[in-house]
């Protein structure tokens, strides 16, 4: 039986991702298929889904057998009461390979004091040497796919690297911390703080005033994870008041971020414009058609997203 694809998002990734998935099905050795962006709802078997999609009524789909998010976030999705078929998340090479060289980006830059030179060139000499990668210890928040990866990379330059996670895991390498206990002795000591969080009403506002408060004087916060992981209001603060001594930040309660924002004046902080990672269509279209494949074999899909936890 011919299986019918629903592409649901935007006509500009339908253009990036249309020749992808195709030679991924190919690939995998599916040819008697529909790929298409209008399906009749009670036709459609798989729904690759974007969360900025027109589609938000999943009730129609009734012989769906999974949506597969295009997005490694899922909490534009996750809490939709009609969405009553499995859902994967996105979980890809190079997305993961693009947060990884964003996070040691930024992470060095602000290891290195780079902005100290960059933004300096006045004609005075300033002999300001970074301690080796050994002396700045480093925590990442959030030890998923994403944060993990993150933490490798950033181990194998030479940081200590504390990560902390909502459940106990165990990482060669790194530190391991859980709960709310694992939460302030991991912020103790961090230098460098990186957010890889979901996005979840556990996680909202992890990042507080309590949070800063218990971070060293002079840290800095990098934030390529989700904007309400942060309590705007008081990370400004911890930054007038020069605790924290700068922030980076990639991701926003609000996108695009509003010209009027504090954050884009603000002398100590650093706005990208979610640019920390995309996930690839190549790449991409490929887990999606590893999950239609295990779909149809009767297999596990891959990244399954749990309701209850919302990732």
């Not at 990734?13 to 995998?28: Q, T």
């Not at 210890?137 to 944060?147: E, H």
């Not at 206990?181 to 996680?203: F, H, Y």
């Not at 149809?296 to 990244?303: C, F, Q, R």
Request: net charge negative.
């Amino acid at each position: 039986m011919s299986l019918n694809i629903l592409f649901a998002a935007s006509a500009e990734r339908w253009a990036d991702y249309e020749a992808p998935l195709r030679k991924s099905l190919h690939d995998a050795g599916i040819t008697e298929y529909t790929l298409s962006t209008d399906l009749p709802p009670d036709q459609v078997d798989y729904i690759v889904y974007a969360p900025n999609s027109d589609v938000q009524d999943f009730a129609p789909f009734t012989r769906a057998k999974a949506v597969l998010n295009l997005w490694a976030g899922v909490e534009g999705i996750v809490r939709n009461d009609t969405l009553t078929q499995p859902l994967t998340r996105m979980v890809d090479d190079g997305l993961e390979r693009g947060m990884v060289e964003w996070v040691t980006g930024h992470t060095l830059r602000h290891h290195l004091g780079t902005d100290t030179h960059v933004l300096g060139q006045d004609g005075t000499w300033r002999h300001d040497v970074p301690p080796l990668a050994k002396d700045r210890p480093v925590t990442i928040l959030g030890l998923g796919a994403l944060g993990q990866a993150c933490a490798e990379a950033l181990v194998h330059l030479g940081f200590p690297v504390t990560g902390w996670s909502r459940s106990q895991k165990s990482i060669d390498g790194i530190t391991c911390l859980y709960g709310d206990d694992g939460l302030a002795q991991a912020l103790s000591t961090a230098q460098i703080v990186v957010l890889l969080l979901p996005d979840t009403p556990q996680t909202e506002n992890v990042i507080d005033a309590g949070a800063l408060a218990q971070m060293p004087s002079g840290a800095v916060v990098i934030n390529p994870g989700r904007g309400p992981l942060i309590d705007d209001d008081a990370l400004l603060a911890a930054l007038d008041g020069g605790h924290i001594a700068h922030a980076t930040l990639d991701v926003f309660r609000t996108e695009p971020l509003p010209p009027e924002h504090p954050y884009w004046a603000h002398p100590k902080v650093t706005v990208t414009p979610h640019i920390a990672s995309e996930t690839r269509p190549d790449t991409a279209a490929q887990v999606i058609v590893e999950n239609i494949r295990r779909g149809e074999a009767g297999e596990p899909l891959l990244h399954l997203v749990d309701r209850d936890l919302g990732y």
